[in-house]
């Protein structure tokens, strides 16, 4: 009698477990994993009601990576063959934790080229739920801002503001004084080999948007912001109004200086020139008084 009540109490449990592993359901996080380049972090994913999984097989993908696996759990054992090269000795379970259905995968010093989606699959059940993972730059600078020059159409000071180290791709906005908008330039971007972003723009400000200006580079989907003021002195601004006038009269100036120069030297040519002149003459008619006569020549002249 003993043993067929334990014979029942063992079918019940079972019965019982299969019921909770057929109506669990695999859940994952409504929102993305924000994670800094270089930590560890867990992608969340568990089956409700908790059941025990430990035997069954449990996938960890990549879908836009090939080869796909991230992780391949099978007859309770970790198949590293099969794992994407990148992901071998970085990618784990909780393996205490899969009798209660939680199959959440941790990652060991997250890169940016871990960002993206991520799909935790159990074949048996046919159950799915997708992660999506952001990863933030551990190496973002603050924005750097250089004086380009002086915009004479525009009679402003042209600004470039410039900084590095960004992931995923940031935003980069000018701000006057009262915390207004500029209207900049495109901003350039390079993605360098490590997967990090270098942006920059510039911008021409007029003394209509006040001396003090603010160059902001954000990142809204990991909240990541970095910002750089700076203070234009009136002296700039006086620059460029006056910039004008004062080309028109070194212009003039220019002008001038150059007419005096060449009106001295063709003076002095002409002045050179009649001098030659006058002194060819002056030897000319010196040598006509001074050549003595010839004595035969004149007894010649006398007999005849």
Known sequence: MAGLSFYFLSNSILVVHLVHYCQSRLIGPNQPIIATAGEDITLPCHLVPGVNVAAVTLEWTKPDMDPRFVFLWRAGQDLINVKNPSYIGR????????????????????????????RCYIP???????????VASSAVSSPDISLEGIDRDKTGVMLECKSEGWHPEPELLWLDGEGNHLSAGPTETLRGPDDLYTVSSRVT????????ITCRVQQRNTNQSRETHIHVSDEFFELTSSSAPVIIGLAVSLAISIILILTGVFYIWRQNKTNVRRAHCDACKEQE????????????????
Do not use: C, M
Request: aromatic content about 4%; proline content about 5%; overall charge negative.
């Open 91 to 118: 990618s784990s379970l909780f393996t205490d934790e899969l009798k209660h259905g939680n199959i959440s995968l941790k990652l060991s010093k997250v890169k940016p080229a871990d960002e993206g989606r991520y």
């Open 124 to 134: 048996d059940k046919n159950e799915e739920a997708f992660i999506d993972l952001l």
């Open 289 to 304: 008084t001074t050549t003595p006569l010839n004595p035969s020549k004149e007894s010649s002249a006398l007999e005849r």
């Open 205 to 212: 400000v007029e003394k209509r948007h006040s001396n003090n």
